[in-house]
Nanobody
């Protein structure tokens, strides 16, 4: 059974930084695409950043470009999200997702930020940014 466990969420002031982690088990599981999503109260879940394991290609939502960096440690089978210059509007529960349900091509993947295309989800970690 594939499990994703997020950690690293916290309360910080605007301008601060956090690094989120998503540990994947079993260690042998390798998802070709892993993505961070977030969901604020009363809002829909939105995609933040995607990582493609074949060549390390990454993609970001416009709202986080230049501030967030997604990466993956293959040895630890862990996905990361480095978040800098945090803003109050970044406040949300952050989830990692894996297991695409259908084929895709990384550079033309217009479904990467659609929650419905992912099979596995973690339970989320809370990020709160105060002004």
């Amino acid at each position: 059974k594939v499990q994703l466990v997020e950690s690293g969420g916290d309360s910080v002031q605007a301008g601060g930084s956090l690094r989120l982690s998503c540990a994947v088990s079993p260690h042998s599981y390798n998802s070709a695409c892993m993505t961070w999503f977030r969901q604020a109260p009363g809002e829909e879940r939105e995609g933040v950043a995607a990582f493609y394991s074949l060549d390390g290609y990454t993609a970001y939502a416009e709202s986080v470009k230049g501030r967030f960096t997604i990466s993956r440690d293959d040895a630890k089978n862990t996905l990361y999200l480095q978040m800098n210059s945090l803003k109050p509007e970044d406040t949300a529960v952050y989830y990692c997702a894996a297991g695409r349900k259908s084929p895709f091509s990384a550079r033309t993947d217009d479904m990467r930020f659609s929650p419905s295309v992912y099979e596995y989800w973690g339970r989320g970690t809370q990020v709160t940014v105060s002004s």
